[in-house]
């Protein structure tokens, strides 16, 4: 039996599952990454916190699956996407801390340049909208702000890296530098058709090439890790950001499959095939992974605050004292009572793509209590998700693909109420597989493709193996009239 390792480095923890060469988790370790809110809308990770524990998770998981490191067969990285690093190339040393992703110090910067009316152009070579969510605004920030940042850069001693280059970096102890096609289309600088770096858009950001990493498919070689690290070099074989690599776990890939991801954030991805698609409803174009030469697309929509809604209930309002009691509370009570919570605490992603909503509660009565507060948070992210899904429903039908079912994963897909709701409000079923950790499970496969392990995605697909399936009771009169309460409260937060 041969095992692989894979890396998965998300925005609230560091996780590393070794899975057998059948796909199935044989340890996994887990360590909690403190996040740093040095001002309003200010996000920001320790980047030596970040490899330290995935360092440490990775080693802890080979302890428990009592494996020496010749037993692992490549290793997978995926990625919280987006979060900006810089760092010196000679003596490795991060000159900031991460800016990450729900970062929006960069929003007046951002907001000057879609005045100048830059969205199109920056729209038709990364597929992306110009907001404060990805890296370039953040990597200029950095450039700008940290004393001789830029002169240093114009010498070319800096290296600029999402958190895979940064992993791979620490990995090959400076060896190698590069990133996946699948990152890269996340930054605002990679041309998603020419498949590199875009010198207008470099231009655009004011962003000096020698910073950045050369770009891969994400099964590819991607170096070996440093001896020392785990007894004996591992290869690294597959790399992915996290919402790409969880499509890949998940085997959408196919056009016109969907999964959604209720983690921080909610992510839902469609696999278009190797056909770029435009949105006309809000969504962005994004590259899918890459396991072979040819390129893969996907349609996006993310919803920014998602399971953080619940943290929210935990650590801002204190009704809950850990996440998985917020199912208990919200069924405790029949439905919200006419509460409607939108938790745009940073603004509204996709479709809405609002940078000034904030967090608004509507429909409180002097009968409201914890418990409808509760019910109304689990249902925002439904109804986030189900805006999303009408968004992405319209896009397939202009191009003749028909979505049957959502595919659900992530932290906060445990929780049934809140799937049983998101399939009564899409109309469609919602399916739960075995193994919820399909990101990290993607990143594995990805690793199994570039060492040679499998050698092709049928394999993958025949793996994928059903939990449970939500199927929608709801009436559609209802569901269309629960949305319709939803919008009217998003027109409120909204309002400036
Ligand atoms: N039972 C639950 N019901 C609802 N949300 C939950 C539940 N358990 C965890 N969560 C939420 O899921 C999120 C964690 O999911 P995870 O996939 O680990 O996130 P990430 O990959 O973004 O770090 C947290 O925001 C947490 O509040
Ligand atoms: O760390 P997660 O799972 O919340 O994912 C973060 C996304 O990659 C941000 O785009």
């Given at each position: 039996m041969t095992y692989l390792l894979a890396l998965d480095q998300g925005t609230s923890s560091s996780r590393s599952i070794v899975f057998d060469e059948h796909g199935y988790a044989v340890s996994s370790a887990q360590a909690e990454l403190p996040q740093h809110y040095?001002?309003?809308a200010w996000v920001e990770h320790d980047p030596l916190d970040i490899w330290r524990s995935q360092l440490e998770t990775a080693r802890q998981a080979l302890r428990q699956a009592s494996l020496?490191?010749?037993?692992?067969r490549a290793i997978g990285i995926t990625n919280q996407r987006e979060t900006t690093l810089l760092w010196n190339r000679h003596t490795g040393q991060p000159l900031h801390r991460a800016l990450v992703w729900q970062d929006r110090r960069t929003e007046a910067f951002c907001a000057a340049l879609r005045d100048q009316g830059r969205a199109p152009l920056i729209r038709e070579k990364t597929g992306l909208v110009l907001d404060a969510y990805f890296s370039a605004p953040k990597l200029r920030w950095l450039l700008d702000n940290v004393t001789g940042a830029r002169d240093a850069a114009e010498r070319g001693e800096l290296a600029f890296g999402t958190i895979d280059t940064w992993l791979i970096w620490q990995l090959t102890q400076g060896r190698v530098h590069a990133t996946d096609v699948s990152n890269a289309s996340r930054t605002l600088l990679f041309d998603i058709e020419r498949s590199d770096w875009s010198d207008e858009l470099l231009g655009l950001f004011n962003i000096p090439r020698s910073v950045l990493p050369e770009v891969r498919p994400s099964a590819a070689d991607y170096g070996t890790t440093a001896p020392e690290l785990f007894g004996q070099p591992i290869r690294i074989a597959g790399v992915a950001g996290d919402q790409q690599s969880a499509l890949f776990g998940q085997a959408c890939h196919k056009p016109g499959q969907v999964k959604n991801t209720y983690g921080t954030g909610c992510f839902m991805l469609m696999h278009t095939g190797d056909q770029r698609h435009t949105s006309r409803h809000g969504l962005i174009t994004t590259r899918a992974a890459q396991p072979s030469a040819d390129a893969q697309y996907a349609l996006e929509g993310s919803v920014f605050i998602g399971g953080a809604v619940v943290q929210w209930l935990r650590d801002g309002l204190r009704c809950i004292r850990a996440s998985t009691e917020i199912e208990a509370l919200a069924a405790s009570v029949p439905d919200s009572d006419g509460v409607v919570f939108v938790?745009?605490?940073?603004g509204l992603g996709a479709p809405y793509w609002e940078p000034e909503a904030r967090g608004t509660i509507t429909g409180l009565t002097r009968g409201a209590t914890a418990a409808h507060i509760a019910r109304a948070a689990l249902e925002s992210i439904a109804f986030q998700s189900t805006a999303l899904l009408r968004a992405m429903r319209q896009d397939a039908e202009q191009q003749g693909l028909d979505i049957h079912e959502l595919r659900v994963d992530g932290?906060?897909?445990?929780?049934n109420l809140l799937m049983q709701f998101q399939a009564d409000l899409l109309g469609i079923p919602v399916v739960r597989p075995a193994h919820i950790e399909t990101t990290a499970l993607g990143a594995a496969y990805l690793a199994g493709i570039g060492s040679g392990l499998y050698l092709d995605l049928d394999t993958i697909a025949a793996r994928w193996r059903t939990d449970a399936v939500f199927t929608p009771v709801m009436s559609r009169d209802q569901a269309e009239g629960r949305m319709a309460q939803w919008e009217h409260a998003v027109r409120q937060a909204t309002a400036r």
């Open positions: 040095p001002q309003p020496d490191a010749s037993r692992i938790p745009a605490f940073g932290g906060a897909c445990v929780n």
